[in-house]
T-cell receptor, first 113, second 112 residues
Framework: GAVVSQHPSRVICKSGTSVKIECRSLDFQATTMFWYRQFPKQSLMLMATSNEGSKATYEQGVEKDKFLINHASLTLSTLTVTSAHPEDSSFYIC?????????FGQGTRLTVV | DAKTTQPNSMESNEEEPVHLPCNHSTISGTDYIHWYRQLPSQGPEYVIHGLTSNVNNRMASLAIAEDRKSSTLILHRATLRDAAVYYCILSLTQGGSEKLVFGKGTKLTVNP
């Protein structure tokens, strides 16, 4: 089946720095990808829809200047957490759809210290 | 947004069938019903989806009520590897893209 790969799987960064997370569709093209965030013992929260070649669409309450999304090719979307703070520590997950089925990356656990 | 309601948790014994319910009373005629599951520290995994008719695949069966206001995911023989959080989701099309908005899900515990 289709595979979506995320990198890195874990990252620890200092408060105030920026972190980039990559999401790749390995064997299919994805004009749209989705970014989610998940806090411990909570459900996934949709942050934004990443559109190839155009601006991302952010969900209400998600700061677009803090969570920069770039979807420069049909197989790669990146999420950059800018000026990270400890409250940004979370599990970030991307997904891409192929037909009716969504494929999810393995997630990136971000810890801001 | 179309919303779903699921029990917070359920428990099953290994090798027994499991019926995971989901209520979606505000479903619209074009909403598909999707089920995903998530193991700890992993991304969600597709289980099954349907529109009106019952569906079967190698992982599970999906029984959809005639009025589509509820559905049930059926795992025919639970294994320890089926222990996960199961999410029932209605696909939502906005701005031309169909996105999946997750609810709280049902945490399934499988006892050996």
């Amino acid at each position: 089946g289709a595979v979506v790969s995320q990198h890195p799987s874990r990252v620890i960064c200092k408060s105030g720095t920026s972190v980039k997370i990559e999401c790749r569709s390995l064997d299919f093209q994805a004009t749209t990808m989705f970014w989610y965030r998940q806090f411990p013992k909570q459900s996934l929260m949709l942050m934004a829809t990443s559109n190839e070649g155009s601006k991302a669409t952010y969900e209400q309450g998600v700061e677009k200047d803090k969570f920069l999304i770039n979807h420069a090719s049909l197989t790669l979307s990146t999420l950059t957490v800018t000026s990270a703070h400890p409250e940004d520590s979370s599990f970030y997950i991307c997904s891409a759809r192929q037909g009716a089925e969504a494929f999810f990356g393995q997630g990136t656990r971000l810890t801001v210290v | 947004d179309a919303k779903t309601t699921q029990p917070n948790s359920m428990e099953s014994n290994e090798e027994e069938p499991v019926h995971l319910p989901c209520n979606h009373s505000t479903i619209s005629g074009t909403d598909y019903i999707h089920w995903y599951r998530q193991l700890p520290s992993q991304g969600p995994e597709y289980v099954i989806h349907g529109l009106t008719s019952n569906v079967n695949n190698r992982m599970a069966s999906l029984a959809i009520a005639e009025d589509r206001k509820s559905s049930t995911l059926i795992l025919h023989r639970a294994t320890l590897r089926d222990a996960a959080v199961y999410y029932c989701i209605l696909s939502l099309t906005q701005g031309g893209s169909e996105k999946l908005v997750f609810g709280k899900g049902t945490k399934l515990t499988v006892n050996p």
